[in-house]
């Protein structure tokens, strides 16, 4: 596994308490409900489009509140509004893709998340002057993670809840020069005081197998290509999603594929020599994380008993924060289907159950949990305030 010490990750020592750092929430659904930004076809940058404007009312200042929200409610670790960033998208807004201008506002997007961030460094200074840290990672400032969505994320419709992408983008082999494509235009062209304030990467809602490895495959390249870049060598998780009734990517594929794909050594991904420093689910059902948490345990155990991975990766889990509603992509709103039942339990008691449960195992490397679509900024303040309510009693 990638041995990059991070934030709060010195406490490896299995007998030590896994450490737990939480995430934000959903960005662009905060953005529509709290702040009465729209998005639509006409924004196909969505969270991103903010960085093309000054705006105080849909703009960049509106993104630095809504992310300070999530920092001031508790979140360690602060997402760039980078997930629908490519060269596509910014295109079809209307930007000159030359390189200089396209770096300017992904490194708006790192600063805003970087200043969010900065909050949480600022509160836990206090804290531990006024000595009243709360039981929690030993992280001195708050960590940032370059967020970058699927193919799928980019295309109009988005399908990355169905994973049915255009022949031209169908195979691994297309998927990583597209991923390359854009991880180079966009990403490794920060400057190294922007690298700085970066602690990891996100590849984010895969819905794919083989988009998995080909993101391995770009990471891989790109250490080959720069072996001393902090980009390359930035520890990086690939989280993915399961949308329908079983625990299926929406390709198809089970979880002990998903986790081969991830980390193992045999067929197509026995050929890539870097693997994710984390793992995990997000724009899923908080429902489902026990079973699929679960058996993402079970393939990762298979494989450090058979010798195929020699340690456990981080687990990152961040579901939907919703109550029953389901993204419907024609009409790009949040519904209850016909006929569903609406959970009963707070959804913050149900996500803390989970991470509970894979603390106890004994075995991830750390823990990083947060939300995704519909999480507000109170959702990871409750979040936060029951799982460190549980685990100081």
Wanted: aromatic letters at 8%.
């Amino acid at each position: 596994m990638d041995d990059t010490v991070t934030p709060g990750s010195a406490m490896t020592n299995k007998a030590a308490p896994t450490p737990i750092l939480f995430l934000d929430g959903g960005l662009g659904t905060s953005l529509e409900d709290k702040y009465h930004i729209t998005f639509s076809t006409d924004t196909p940058l969505w969270s991103s489009h903010l960085l093309l404007s000054q705006s105080e009312s849909d703009g960049l200042p509106i993104l630095r509140k809504s992310q300070a929200d999530f920092a001031l409610a508790g979140a360690d670790i602060i997402l760039t509004a980078t997930y629908q960033a490519s060269l596509e998208a910014f295109q079809a807004s209307g930007v000159t893709c030359r390189q200089e201008i396209v770096s300017k506002y992904i490194s708006e997007a790192v600063k805003s998340a970087a200043d969010a961030a900065s909050i949480t460094a600022n509160r836990r200074n206090a804290e531990d002057k006024e000595g009243t840290t709360e039981k929690a990672p030993a992280v001195r400032r708050g960590g940032v993670a370059l967020a970058i969505g699927p193919y799928g994320a980019t295309m109009i419709p988005s399908t990355e809840y169905s994973g049915k992408y255009d022949e031209q983008h169908d195979q691994v082999e297309t998927l990583t020069e597209w991923h390359w494509e854009r991880f180079d235009a966009l990403f490794a062209p920060l400057e190294d005081e922007l690298l700085d304030r970066l602690d990891y990467i996100a590849f984010e809602t895969v819905p794919r197998v083989d988009e998995i490895l080909a993101v391995r495959r770009v990471m891989d390249r790109f250490k080959m290509a720069l072996p001393n870049s902090r980009l390359a060598n930035l520890p990086f998780w690939i989280s993915c999603l399961y949308p329908g009734d079983g625990n299926t990517l929406p390709d198809g594929s089970s979880v002990d594929e998903v986790v081969e794909a991830l980390v193992g050594n045999k067929g197509a991904a026995g050929r890539i020599r870097t693997r994710p420093w984390g793992i995990g689910i997000n724009c899923t059902k908080v429902a489902k994380l026990p079973s699929l948490v679960r058996q993402y345990e079970e393939a990762v155990r298979q494989r450090v008993e058979s010798g195929d991975i020699s340690d456990w990766p981080s687990l990152v889990v961040y579901p939907d924060g919703t109550n029953g509603e389901v993204y419907n992509t024609e009409t790009k709103k949040w519904e209850v289907p016909d006929g569903a039942a609406v959970p009963q339990t707070p959804w913050e008691t149900q996500v803390a159950a989970v991470v509970r449960s894979a603390d106890r195992t004994g075995r991830w490397r750390s823990i990083l949990v947060g939300g995704c679509c519909k999480t507000t900024d109170s959702d990871i303040k409750e979040l936060r305030a029951t799982i460190l309510q549980r685990s100081s009693c």
